[in-house]
Structure formats: structure tokens, C-alpha cells
């Protein structure tokens, strides 16, 4: 289970927050990953930090575990496996679908620091971020 809805980030979130576009994605990775976490770590095997604008948050998909997103650092203390580094506009661009991840990173909108092999499966994690219609 995700812990994206626990009380400690509601408190955490601040005014800013509520107006970026990435807040909502974000919010909705979270949920993605009360169904699709294990699948995603089993994928992606490894731990993500999304540095988007002035805010930190890092999506945990070790191996065997359920997957986490919560703001600031990895808790473990250890280096990530990827950072992703993107400002808020681009973010929400990307994971639209209205930005291509290739492209980003050679037009200089995304910068990647870490595992280039972890950074070439990012698609499920956008997908996972994407608005689900509500049928």
C-alpha cells in the first residue's frame, strides 16, 4: 500500500504545492502504486528522485517491496539509483504524453544523473502518473 495518502503529507504539503501542475500526477503515481507497485519495482528495481523545481520527492521501487512516493530524500540515506531533474511545467508535459522523454533530455529540459538503463524504462512510471478517466 502507498503511503502518498498518509496524514504526515497532508501536513507536509505546503500552499505552493497545491498550485504546481506536477501535485496531481504526483498524487496520482501514488495511487497507481497501491495496484501497480509491485510490478513497477519488479520492473524498474531501484529508487528515483524527481527534483521538480524546488521540490524533492522519491519514488522507492526496490525489488520485492510495494513501492513508496514520498517528498525529500531517500529515507535509507542512500544515493538514488536515478534523479530526474525537470521543472514543474515539463513534468506535467512529459507525463501528458506532450513531451517526449528523449526529446527533453536533448533539448536540455531534462536532466538525468544515475543509471541511463533505469532512466530508458521511465515510461510506466509517466503512465502510471497520467489523470485516470473516470468512466
Do not use: C
Not at 27 to 38: D, F, H, I, M, T
Not at 92 to 99: E, I, P, R, T
Amino acid at each position: 500500500m502507498s503511503s502518498f495518502s498518509s496524514p504526515l503529507l497532508v501536513r507536509a504539503a505546503t500552499a505552493a504545492a497545491a498550485n504546481k501542475a506536477s501535485t496531481p500526477l504526483l498524487q496520482q503515481l501514488g495511487k497507481s502504486l497501491e495496484a501497480e507497485g509491485p510490478a513497477l519495482a519488479n520492473r524498474i528495481k531501484g529508487v528515483v528522485v524527481f527534483k521538480i523545481d524546488d521540490e524533492e520527492w522519491t519514488l522507492d521501487l526496490t525489488e520485492g517491496t510495494q513501492g513508496q512516493l514520498y517528498p525529500g530524500p531517500p529515507k535509507s540515506g542512500d544515493k538514488p539509483d536515478l534523479t530526474l531533474t525537470i521543472s514543474d511545467a515539463h513534468f506535467a508535459q512529459l507525463v501528458m504524453g506532450k513531451l517526449n522523454p528523449q526529446n527533453a533530455f536533448l533539448m536540455r529540459k531534462l536532466k538525468i544523473n544515475g543509471s541511463m538503463g533505469m532512466a530508458m524504462k521511465l515510461q510506466p512510471i509517466l503512465d502510471a502518473a497520467q489523470p485516470q478517466s473516470k468512466l
